[in-house]
C-alpha cells in the first residue's frame, strides 16, 4: 500500500512564484489535511476536507487555497509564494474525525 | 498560553534507559490522545491512541493519560538507538456537532539514545 503520497519531496521557489503541492491516498479516506511544521511551532493546520467537495480553514490558512474534486486527491496551492511560507508540508488522510491521522513524509518547500 | 505543551527537549540517555515524554494540555475538552515519532527527513507515524485514562501499553510503549491533572505521558523502556527520533503528542475532542476532530500537536520532543 502507498499510504499518502506527496510530491514533490524538494522544491525552491522564488518570492511571488505560485505552485501546487500534490497529495494523495489510496485508502479511501474522507478527511484529508495539510499542516505546516515550523522548528518549535510543531505541526499547525492550515485546510482540511471532510470529503469531496468539502473544505475548510485551519489555524494558519493565509496564502493557500486548497480543493477536494476527488476522494484520492487533495492538492494545496500556493498562491504567491512569500519567504515566510518557507516549511515543511505534511499531507494527512483519516478515516474518520475519531481515528488517527496517516502522514506522508512531506514537501521541503524553500522560497528565496 | 499554547493549548498542548511539550518539552522540546533534546533530551539524550544510554542505550537501556526508560524514557518518559510528556506533555501537558488546557482544554479539558481532549478526549483523544496520540503519540507520534517521526524520524529525521519523514512523516509523523502513528504509535499509540487510546481516549481514556490510565495505561495503554504496546511492547515496550506505555502511553498514560491523566485526565484531572491534564497530562499525558509517553514511556519507553530498554530504549533502543532505533527509538532516537522526535516524538508529538497530539489530542482533540471527539467528533461530535460541536467540532471537527480537529488535531492539536505538541512542539514536539527530540530523542536521541546512545549505544
Known amino acids: 500500500n502507498a499510504g499518502v503520497t506527496q510530491t514533490p519531496k524538494f522544491q525552491v521557489l522564488k518570492t511571488g512564484q505560485s505552485m501546487t503541492l500534490q497529495c494523495a491516498q489510496d485508502m479511501n479516506h474522507e478527511y484529508m489535511s495539510w499542516y505546516r511544521q515550523d522548528p518549535g511551532m510543531g505541526l499547525r493546520l492550515i485546510h482540511y476536507?471532510?470529503?469531496?467537495?468539502?473544505?475548510d480553514q485551519g489555524e494558519v490558512p493565509n496564502g493557500y487555497n486548497v480543493s477536494r474534486s476527488t476522494t484520492e486527491d487533495f492538492p494545496l496551492r500556493l498562491l504567491s509564494a512569500a519567504p515566510s511560507q518557507t516549511s515543511v508540508y505534511f499531507c494527512?488522510?483519516?478515516?474518520?474525525?475519531?481515528?488517527?491521522?496517516?502522514f506522508g513524509d512531506g514537501t521541503r518547500l524553500s522560497i528565496l | 498560553q499554547k493549548e498542548v505543551e511539550q518539552d522540546p527537549g533534546p533530551l539524550s540517555v544510554p542505550e537501556g534507559a526508560i524514557v518518559s515524554l510528556n506533555c501537558t494540555y488546557s482544554?479539558?475538552?481532549?478526549?483523544?490522545f496520540m503519540w507520534y515519532r517521526q524520524y529525521s527527513r519523514k512523516g509523523p507515524e502513528l504509535l499509540m491512541y487510546t481516549y481514556s485514562s490510565g495505561n495503554k501499553e504496546d511492547g515496550r510503549f506505555t502511553a498514560q493519560v491523566d485526565k484531572s491533572s491534564k497530562y499525558i505521558s509517553l514511556f519507553i523502556r530498554d530504549s533502543q538507538p532505533s527509538d532516537s527520533a522526535t516524538y508529538l503528542c497530539?489530542?482533540?475532542?471527539?467528533?461530535?456537532?460541536?467540532?471537527?476532530?480537529?488535531?492539536?500537536f505538541g512542539q514536539g520532543t527530540t530523542l536521541q539514545v546512545k549505544p
Open positions: 494527512a488522510s483519516r478515516q474518520d474525525l475519531n481515528q488517527p491521522q496517516h
Open positions: 497530539a489530542m482533540s475532542p471527539l467528533h461530535g456537532s460541536s467540532n471537527t476532530g480537529k488535531l492539536i
Open positions: 476536507s471532510v470529503g469531496a467537495g468539502i473544505t
Open positions: 482544554n479539558s475538552a481532549f478526549q483523544y
